[in-house]
């Protein structure tokens, strides 16, 4: 396929599934499910954690957090009362919550974020302020790209460096962290029907697509990505900058494109 060919045809595709419809089987369906904003960020952060392995086992032990929080789930959050709450069936806090995650680790994990809204009292406002607390102030606007398109401090980078005692939070220079950038460009990108926009101060020009099989798998078919890639931070970063040729202020609305037709090819061979 040519590379216009391909380029209309990725379009095609992010109009297609960047919709609210998307929504109905995406972990995306948390990101409205508070009205506060404070509710919000810290909630659609925890769910992104969350979000991997099979969708059918990963939603509903999102959706029980919310259960358990009730109408304010960074007030559960600020009482502790997830240490209560949260218990495992025999009440031992090693068994496992999800996956290889344990109660203990789910406490470790509401511990740090915890600390956090302790510090500034909103998640936005915390990494905000780390953030631009790190950026050179001379000769550059907050959020403005630099450096070939990567800021100096890389916010997904800040972001596992703020909960260093969590296994829960993706750490690793060279991890795609997909679960990060997808929190990323749930908060950061406007103007769209699935992602809120909250975070104005961050540019969505300095986002990574959130790399995962579906994506790698889709971008490597369509010749976008060599057959060796790996999933790491090289090969994210290598994928967005190929998505700016097409999206250059907005390059991860390229990942509705990928991710959906990974999903569509997925169901289609079940």
């Keep these: 396929m040519e590379k216009q060919e391909l380029n209309e045809k990725l379009k095609v595709l992010a109009e297609k599934y960047e919709t609210a419809e998307f929504l109905q089987a995406d972990p995306s369906r948390f990101l409205r499910l508070y009205k506060r904003r404070t509710d919000v960020e810290v909630f659609s952060f925890v769910a992104a954690m969350l979000s991997f392995g099979n969708r059918k086992q990963f939603i509903p032990k999102i959706q029980l957090l919310a259960d358990y929080a009730g109408d304010s789930f960074a007030a559960w959050i600020m009482s502790g009362a997830y240490r209560t709450s949260l218990v495992s069936p ?65 916010l997904d980078r800040l972001i596992s460096d703020s909960f260093p005692d969590s296994a829960i939070v993706s750490k690793g220079k060279n991890s795609a962290n997909k679960r990060i950038h997808m929190f990323l460009r749930w908060m950061v ?11 104005t101060w ?66 289609s061979e079940a």
Excluded at 189 to 199: E, Q
Excluded at 202 to 231: F, M, Q, R
Aim: aromatic content about 12%; charged content about 25%; glycine content about 8%.
């Design 202 to 267: 961050y540019s969505p020009v300095n986002l990574i697509l959130p790399l995962d099989v579906h994506v790698l798998e889709e971008a490597v078919n369509l010749g976008l990505l060599p057959e060796n890639a790996k999933a790491d931070r090289k090969t994210a970063i290598a994928l967005t900058e190929r998505m700016k040729e097409i999206w250059p202020e907005d390059p991860c609305r390229g990942d509705f494109a990928l991710f959906g037709l990974g999903v569509d090819v997925s169901q």
């Design 90 to 154: 025999d009440g031992n806090p090693d068994k496992k919550f999800y996956r290889f995650y344990s109660y203990s680790d789910m406490y470790s994990f509401f511990d740090e974020i915890q600390q956090i809204l302790r510090i500034s009292g909103s998640f936005g406002r915390f990494f905000q302020e780390s953030w631009l607390d790190m950026q050179p102030t001379e000769g550059r606007e907050p959020g403005i790209q630099n450096n070939g398109g990567q800021t100096p401090y890389p």
């Design 189 to 199: 990108r406007r103007n769209s029907p699935v992602d809120l926009g909250l975070w």
